[in-house]
């Protein structure tokens, strides 16, 4: 085959056009993308105009992403790096065309194409790419970086299935796959020239160079290629487009070659199969370790094909290592990245010739570790057995790291042989572990909790020997959200009004909320707030009604637990209190009753069976409330299926009531509580994660609070008896003995056991019965002020008002003053 000479291919792009941002400009592309690129005279789906529309859109973000690059490449700043497992994204569109300022264009352009953009936007799947908080923190977080135009990427992993989706199936949750690039994904642009090889296996060899120094080389290994798809970030109307960049697994081409030419077409078709696997599925055990060898396959996938791709970007520009940490910083999402740790000391010292010292002092300034967790299951762990096998040259690294690390801890504590055991990344014991979060911390510069009480618990406990050796790298960031997703498009409503009442300034500074304070006091102005409020609830109640078939009344209290499913979240105390309204309406204790209605939605980790049966359990207790004529109205509940991104869109504006309920020292932060607090519901919640601070900014008249602190749950649990809580409270012991006798299982006998067996015999770990009557007096206090709409309007006006701190603007200015350091770049403007 004759090749001619390459050329490379770079025609002038600067005089192309800027395209135009008025309806009739994108009106014009969406038909043209219809009919010439989609190939379609007509729609009946959907789906093809939605294409349409989004193809148009890109090409607008298209230009500006391009002027982000060169503005970034100009200033040839300091840059970070985003590592996360999880980026839960959501869905695209209403999301870019509310940054790009494009919302009555794209709206008019296709009524005068003759459908409704409404309608349109439900063609698009959420991109579920998540299991939960970690995940939509990341997702909130790459909004800010772009809103406050620092150069900030963010790597992830491009699943072919996302979180599952969940249908409930007789009250059980029931999982189905979510096969979301079925269709296609037009927000993603493949960019296989950047592709990057990822070993696996074989082993470690070592040899003398040229000068004769002792290096080594990992050899023998299988390959896989990682293929990088870039989905644009828009910025909030500034111009500024960022990157997600998501990598595919591929087999690599002579990984084909190899067995073909062995005869073996079948078995190559079969390797190929194995090395993709490595991005079919997310895992989706939310705060839960279980130890597989894809999911370790995984991690090191995302680390060493997003390293190789920061020091590619670095290599076009700089002869050399030298200067890297100067100009680059990684955030490790928790520990699922931190093979990056040994990842980048491999680069370094295998494939760019530095020696240990060198590599050593620009992975460990250019690394920070984010904790979201302290539930000791949570914890990872990989056994040094399975580290040896997959990546035995990272496992050399990761012993040599630990060895130079328990030499500085033998120095400061000679003799102290318990703390190096203690302290060691590599836990010692029947089968040898390495422990992730010692090795991310041995290795960053900064380490931070993502609330004040969760960062100071890191360093009193998880952390506590490593801050006695390095104080100085601890710090908090107390998580925050996107205000342009979760008020600006999510309640439209109420960012009318509030534009109205104080101007535009809070969608860029959420800080300025406060100026509503005094209107919290001018009745007239409480009076609209209650009617977008009564919208909402109508949106809300439309989709209870279509998912979970149970018909909401708009009058009643909106009380609302979304989240996943866990224990230490307490669902169970929710329905334990629903029961108990049941209860009081049965023996006719309904003097100055306010009807509620409760909403719970979440999903369970498939393997979770006790999460699993709290799901079933609120499904059957809905089902007796709902059906008992007695209740009459007065009591409402429903479990809402498939709970994620798209549904807390509708959620956090018709809420109410907030339970963030979990027991005090086991929620990191929460981000719901923050989304909640932001679209004026009012907060009934621990004193736990972030809601301390949201209680300590809205002021404690305007939160519920109840329930034992995080200290009184550690003092209380010596000596505890559930069983004596329960004798000593008869409205408990009642609600115990409906459980007990069946009266939510009449047909599936012993069906809730393990649940009450919990509760009762094996010792109520989260501390459910003990702030059982604190919950209920709490819940009375919310009752009463719901009875008085003017005080609970005003108590709404004045947590929307407090919620500008839980901006993730905020959050992420404070990584970037304390952490990365980076420049404000903004792009020239598109012409
Ligand atoms: C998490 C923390 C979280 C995890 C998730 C295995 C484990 C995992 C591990 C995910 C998987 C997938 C550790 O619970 C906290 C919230 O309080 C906090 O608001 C958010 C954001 O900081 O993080 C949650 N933690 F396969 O999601």
């Known amino acids: 085959m004759s090749r001619r000479k390459s050329t490379i291919f770079r025609p002038d792009l600067d005089d192309i056009p800027a395209l135009g941002m008025d309806?009739?400009?994108?009106?014009?592309?969406?038909?043209?993308?219809?009919?010439?690129?989609?190939?379609?005279?007509?729609?009946?789906?959907?789906?093809?105009?939605?294409?349409?529309?989004?193809?148009?859109?890109?090409?607008?973000?298209?230009?500006?992403?391009?002027?982000?690059?060169?503005?970034?490449?100009?200033?040839?700043?300091?840059?970070?790096?985003?590592?996360?497992?999880?980026?839960?994204?959501?869905?695209?569109?209403?999301?870019?065309?509310?940054?790009?300022?494009?919302?009555?264009?794209?709206?008019?352009?296709?009524?005068?194409?003759?459908?409704?953009?409404?309608?349109?936007?439900?063609?698009?799947?959420?991109?579920?790419?998540?299991n939960g908080g970690l995940g939509r923190?990341?997702?909130?977080?790459?909004?800010?970086?772009?809103?406050?135009?620092?150069?900030?990427?963010?790597?992830?992993?491009?699943?072919?299935?996302?979180?599952?989706?969940?249908?409930?199936?007789?009250?059980?949750?029931?999982?189905?796959?979510?096969?979301?690039?079925?269709?296609?994904?037009?927000?993603?642009?493949?960019?296989?020239?950047?592709?990057?090889?990822?070993?696996?296996?074989?082993?470690?060899?070592?040899?003398?160079?040229?000068?004769?120094?002792?290096?080594?080389?990992?050899?023998?290994?299988?390959?896989?290629?990682?293929?990088?798809?870039?989905?644009?970030?828009?910025?909030?109307?500034?111009?500024?487009?960022?990157?997600?960049?998501?990598?595919?697994?591929?087999?690599?081409?002579?990984?084909?070659?190899?067995?073909?030419?062995?005869g073996d077409y079948a078995d190559a078709v079969a390797m190929k199969n194995a090395a993709e696997h490595i991005t079919m599925v997310l895992y989706p055990n939310d705060a839960s370790e279980n130890g597989k060898e894809l999911r370790l396959k995984q991690q090191y996938f995302l680390a060493s094909a997003s390293l190789q791709d920061a020091i590619r970007q670095w290599l076009r520009r700089h002869e050399g290592c030298d200067g890297f940490a100067d100009k680059n910083c990684f955030q490790l999402n928790d520990t699922h990245p931190t093979c990056a740790v040994a990842e980048l000391m491999r680069l370094l010292l295998d494939e760019h010739g530095l020696e240990w010292d060198e590599a050593w002092e620009i992975t460990s300034r250019s690394m920070a570790y984010t904790n979201h967790t302290l539930l000791p299951e949570a914890l990872e762990k990989w056994p040094v057995r399975m580290f040896r096998t997959l990546l035995p040259r990272l496992l050399d690294i990761i012993l040599e790291i630990n060895a130079r690390f328990l030499e500085q801890v033998s120095l400061r504590w000679p003799g102290d042989t318990d703390r190096l055991r203690r302290m060691s990344i590599i836990e010692e014991g029947d089968e040898a572990q390495v422990r992730m979060a010692y090795l991310a911390v041995v290795a960053s510069s900064s380490v931070n909790?993502?609330?004040?009480?969760?960062?100071?618990?890191?360093?009193?406990?998880?952390?506590?020997?490593?801050?006695?050796?390095?104080?100085?790298?601890?710090?908090?960031?107390?998580?925050?959200?996107?205000?342009?997703?979760w008020l600006q498009w999510s309640n439209p409503g109420l960012a009318a009004l509030i534009d109205e009442a104080i101007g535009e300034g809070w969608k860029k500074d959420l800080a300025e909320l406060r100026k509503l304070e005094p209107l919290a006091d001018d009745a007239a102005f409480r009076a609209r707030w209650r009617e977008v409020?009564?919208?909402?609830?109508?949106?809300?109640?439309?989709?209870?009604?279509?998912?979970?078939?149970?018909?909401?009344?708009?009058?009643?209290?909106?009380?609302?637990?979304?989240?996943?499913?866990?224990?230490?979240?307490?669902?169970?105390?929710?329905?334990?209190?629903?029961?108990?309204?049941?209860?009081?309406?049965?023996?006719?204790?309904?003097?100055?009753?306010?009807?509620?209605?409760?909403?719970?939605?979440?999903?369970?980790?498939?393997?979770?069976?006790?999460?699993?049966?709290?799901?079933?359990?609120?499904?059957?207790?809905?089902?007796?409330?709902?059906?008992?004529?007695?209740?009459?109205?007065?009591?409402?509940?429903?479990?809402?299926?498939?709970?994620?991104?798209?549904?807390?869109?509708?959620?956090?504006?018709?809420?109410?009531?907030?339970?963030?309920?979990?027991?005090?020292?086991?929620?990191?932060?929460?981000?719901?509580?923050?989304?909640?607090?932001?679209?004026?519901?009012?907060?009934?919640?621990?004193?736990?994660?972030?809601?301390?601070?949201?209680?300590?900014?809205?002021?404690?008249?305007?939160?519920?609070?109840?329930?034992?602190?995080?200290?009184?749950?550690?003092?209380?649990?010596?000596?505890?008896?559930?069983?004596?809580?329960?004798a000593g409270d008869p409205e408990l012991a009642r609600v115990m003995d409906l459980l007990a006798a069946g009266h939510f299982n009449r047909f599936e006998p012993g069906l809730f056991d393990d649940v009450i067996r919990a509760l009762t015999d094996h010792g109520d770990y989260w501390m459910v019965l003990a702030d059982f009557r604190g919950y209920v007096e709490a819940q009375q206090r919310a009752a009463e002020a719901y009875r008085d709409p003017e005080r609970w309007t005003r108590m709404s006006i004045l947590n929307t008002a407090a919620s500008g701190k839980f901006s993730s603007d905020r959050t992420i200015a404070e990584y970037n003053r304390e952490i990365w350091k980076l420049p404000v770049v903004p792009p020239k403007p598109s012409k």
């Open 23 to 130: 309806a009739a400009s994108i009106a014009g592309d969406v038909k043209r993308y219809f009919s010439h690129t989609l190939g379609r005279h007509r729609d009946s789906s959907g789906r093809y105009a939605y294409a349409s529309l989004v193809m148009a859109l890109r090409d607008r973000l298209v230009e500006r992403w391009r002027n982000t690059r060169m503005a970034y490449d100009e200033a040839n700043s300091k840059k970070a790096f985003y590592l996360s497992l999880e980026f839960l994204m959501g869905r695209a569109l209403g999301n870019s065309l509310l940054n790009l300022g494009l919302e009555e264009q794209a709206t008019d352009a296709l009524q005068n194409l003759g459908t409704a953009l409404e309608e349109v936007s439900e063609s698009e799947r959420d991109a579920g790419l998540g």
């Open 533 to 726: 409020k009564q919208d909402n609830k109508l949106r809300l109640a439309a989709l209870v009604e279509a998912d979970a078939h149970v018909c909401f009344d708009t009058d009643a209290l909106f009380d609302v637990q979304v989240k996943r499913i866990h224990e230490y979240k307490r669902q169970l105390l929710n329905i334990l209190h629903v029961i108990h309204l049941y209860d009081r309406i049965k023996r006719g204790d309904v003097r100055n009753w306010v009807p509620r209605c409760v909403l719970i939605g979440g999903k369970a980790a498939p393997g979770y069976a006790m999460a699993k049966q709290i799901i079933k359990l609120a499904n059957n207790v809905a089902h007796v409330v709902n059906g008992d004529p007695d209740v009459d109205g007065r009591l409402k509940m429903a479990f809402l299926p498939d709970y994620r991104v798209t549904a807390m869109e509708v959620i956090c504006a018709g809420a109410e009531l907030s339970e963030q309920i979990s027991t005090a020292g086991k929620e990191a932060s929460g981000t719901g509580n923050m989304k909640f607090m932001m679209n004026g519901a009012i907060t009934i919640g621990t004193l736990d994660g972030a809601n301390i601070e949201i209680r300590e900014e809205a002021g404690a008249d305007n939160f519920f609070l109840f329930g034992l602190s995080a200290e009184e749950v550690e003092k209380r649990r010596a000596g505890y008896d559930p069983r004596a809580v329960i």
């Open 137 to 262: 923190l990341a997702a909130c977080f790459l909004d800010s970086c772009a809103t406050l135009q620092i150069p900030v990427m963010g790597y992830g992993l491009r699943y072919e299935y996302g979180m599952f989706r969940q249908e409930i199936d007789n009250g059980f949750q029931v999982e189905a796959p979510d096969h979301w690039l079925r269709d296609g994904n037009p927000w993603e642009i493949e960019r296989p020239e950047y592709s990057q090889r990822v070993k696996f296996g074989g082993r470690s060899e070592f040899y003398r160079d040229q000068e004769g120094d002792l290096k080594a080389r990992w050899v023998d290994t299988l390959d896989v290629l990682a293929v990088p798809y870039d989905v644009p970030v828009p910025g909030y109307r500034n111009g500024t487009v960022n990157t997600l960049r998501l990598w595919k697994a591929a087999a690599t081409d002579e990984f084909d070659l190899d067995e073909f030419n062995r």
């Open 449 to 485: 909790g993502v609330a004040e009480l969760h960062s100071q618990l890191l360093t009193q406990h998880l952390f506590r020997d490593f801050h006695d050796l390095w104080p100085e790298k601890f710090n908090n960031k107390t998580n925050g959200v996107t205000p342009r997703r």
